[in-house]
């Protein structure tokens, strides 16, 4: 793969990025956790998860964005 070609697949990859946040910020708005959208169904959740290590317990808070 040539820098040209990397070039232009990292600058799609940001361009994705900067739709899922758009698309992220109207759900929030929306104050919805699934859409049907077309022929899609779309999530964003809150996602917590525990993981033990040690003697402690690390609790992890993400969102989760998903299309189907």
């Known amino acids: ?6 070039l232009s697949l990292v600058e799609q990859y940001k361009e994705a990025q900067q739709l899922i946040e758009a698309a992220q910020a109207e ?3 929306r104050d919805v956790e699934r859409m049907d959208v077309g ?3 779309v999530t964003l959740k ?3 998860t525990s993981r ?3 003697r402690f317990i690390k ?3 993400a969102t ?3 299309v189907a």
């Open 1 to 6: 793969m040539s820098s040209t070609e990397l």
């Open 27 to 29: 759900m929030a708005r």
């Open 39 to 41: 022929t899609h169904k």
């Open 46 to 48: 809150t996602v917590t």
């Open 52 to 54: 033990l290590a040690a």
């Open 59 to 61: 609790t992890t808070t």
């Open 64 to 66: 989760r964005f998903c």
